[in-house]
């Protein structure tokens, strides 16, 4: 493993692209520190230093960011609005032709897609900042568990005018561009996918603070208890994501010219996993309306909320509410099972085998393999869409167990992006060492 190690930093190539990429990393965690302008940095901090969390769906928000939201700093928004914005372009070649024609088209077609994705993303954060800004002047943005929030977080600007309010959704908005540009400079000169990283980055960045909120509040023996658990953890969502169900495929041969093609057999991998963290990601936003129609329900001028308000408070809006994870682990099924529908399309994929000369052994080529596809999609799906349910909902029990917070960091989104960015980066890592050794960094 050393010795791996040790080739990876002789070999010139890979050394220059690691470095290179370990530097954008620096120059992204630093502007997660740097504070928007006309934010008061010392209430910030003092917000910060009191164990105050984000409410909401930018609880999510502050996980894929670093820590950067809470700081309001010039990368608070972090790499969300990108993200978005490319689940949004995936989903939109489900209902626009024009958009599954420049899929099709090869690369140059996914070149337009990936330029639609990059506007898309700048209006996406325009909005966001906006709202965020809007959130932070309001005092809303910070709350405490058991009281309500600190005074200090009731004023976290210097200056609401509307010029100032203006320059600092500019700057945010900047500040998202700038890293949607950081992401795809590792892409192309660095090690990994770019934006992988940065999120791989933000989520790591956690890591140290919420062990250290379990060791100052449970003390010693839950910590190692946590960490034990942990490792554990990893270890099956390592084997589950490694997990797939090998659909064999046999060419046959035909004739080009003078020359013999086909012949081969190979295989469809279908991951027992393959929805990744988008699941969770839905099913956490979806969650996050009941609270803001309760929000926006509730009477400003000090009289008792109505009924309805005061059951969604207790019972949609608090993670530890046994009805709140009943509701979030169905949430997360149900993704799965359509997230998975639109990405893996069987009868395009029974169409391009039957183009090249493919079929199955034993099932005929055309509709049949396009429903047996289904079949073994369907019954695969299964334990992928319960086993993410149970993953998302480890923060949840951590929760009302350990007194961690949402982010915990051995569950839910977490987890599973820390643990498929980094099998992903090992293996871009392992190939380019065998390109130029005989042994890579996995033996």
């Given at each position: 493993m050393f010795s791996a190690i040790a080739r990876i930093f002789k070999t010139r190539d890979l050394r220059r692209k690691i470095l290179f990429t370990l530097a954008l990393v620096a120059v992204f965690r630093l502007g997660s520190f740097i504070p928007a302008p006309f934010v008061d940095y010392g209430n910030v901090q003092e917000c910060i230093a009191a164990n105050q969390t984000a409410t909401g769906l930018y609880q999510l928000v502050n996980l894929f960011s670093?820590?950067?939201?809470?700081?309001?700093?010039?990368?608070?928004?972090?790499?969300?609005?990108?993200?978005?914005?490319?689940?949004?372009?995936?989903?939109?070649?489900?209902?626009?032709?024009?958009?599954?024609?420049?899929?099709?088209?090869?690369?140059?077609?996914?070149?337009?897609?990936?330029?639609?994705?990059r506007y898309?993303?700048?209006?996406?954060?325009?909005?966001?900042?906006?709202?965020?800004?809007?959130?932070?002047?309001?005092?809303?943005?910070?709350?405490?568990?058991?009281?309500?929030?600190?005074?200090?977080?009731?004023?976290?600007?210097?200056?609401?005018?509307?010029?100032?309010?203006?320059?600092?959704?500019?700057?945010?908005?900047?500040?998202?561009?700038?890293?949607?540009?950081?992401g795809e400079l590792i892409t192309e000169r660095g090690v990994g996918n770019g934006m992988s990283l940065l999120i791989f980055t933000s989520i790591a960045a956690t890591f140290p603070g919420a062990l250290g909120m379990i060791f100052e509040t449970q003390g010693v023996n839950t910590f190692i208890m946590v960490l034990v658990v942990g490792v554990i953890i990893m270890g099956l969502v390592v084997f589950v994501e490694q997990s797939q169900r090998r659909v064999p495929?046999?060419?046959?041969?035909?004739?080009?010219?003078?020359?013999?093609?086909?012949?081969?057999?190979?295989?469809?991998?279908?991951?027992?996993?393959?929805?990744?963290?988008?699941p969770v990601i839905f099913a956490s936003s979806l969650l996050y309306l009941p609270m803001l129609i309760a929000q926006f329900s509730t009477p400003t001028d000090g009289t008792a909320p109505p009924e309805w308000v005061l059951w969604v408070q207790a019972n949609l809006v608090s993670g530890d509410a046994p009805l709140y994870m009943l509701v979030f682990f169905l949430l997360v099924v149900g993704f799965t099972y359509f997230y998975v529908a639109i990405t893996f399309n069987p009868e395009e994929v029974a169409d391009n085998m039957k183009k090249y000369g493919g079929f199955i052994p034993g099932i005929r080529a055309g509709r049949p393999t396009a429903e047996y596809l289904d079949y073994v999609l369907t019954r695969i799906t299964l334990p992928g869409s319960l086993y993410l349910g149970i993953v998302a909902l480890i923060p949840l029990i951590a929760l009302s167990t350990v007194g961690a917070n949402q982010?915990?960091?051995?569950?839910?989104?977490?987890?599973?992006?820390?643990?498929?960015?980094?099998?992903?980066?090992?293996?871009?890592i392992d190939a380019q060492l065998q390109q130029r050794h005989y042994e890579g960094l996995i033996r």
């Open positions: 670093g820590g950067a939201l809470l700081q309001l700093s010039i990368f608070a928004l972090g790499i969300m609005p990108y993200i978005t914005a490319a689940i949004i372009t995936q989903l939109l070649r489900v209902v626009i032709p024009h958009f599954e024609a420049l899929y099709k088209e090869g690369q140059q077609g996914q070149a337009k897609l990936t330029q639609y994705t898309m993303t700048i209006a996406l954060a325009v909005l966001q900042s906006t709202t965020l800004i809007t959130v932070a002047r309001s005092g809303a943005l910070f709350s405490q568990t058991g009281g309500p929030a600190l005074p200090q977080c009731q004023n976290l600007l210097t200056n609401d005018s509307w010029w100032s309010i203006t320059l600092m959704i500019f700057t945010m908005t900047a500040g998202t561009g700038l890293i949607m540009w950081l495929v046999q060419y046959a041969k035909r004739m080009v010219g003078r020359r013999m093609y086909g012949g081969q057999s190979t295989y469809i991998p279908i991951k027992v996993n393959m929805a990744g963290v988008i982010n915990f960091p051995f569950g839910g989104a977490s987890i599973l992006i820390i643990v498929g960015v980094g099998l992903e980066t090992v293996r871009q």
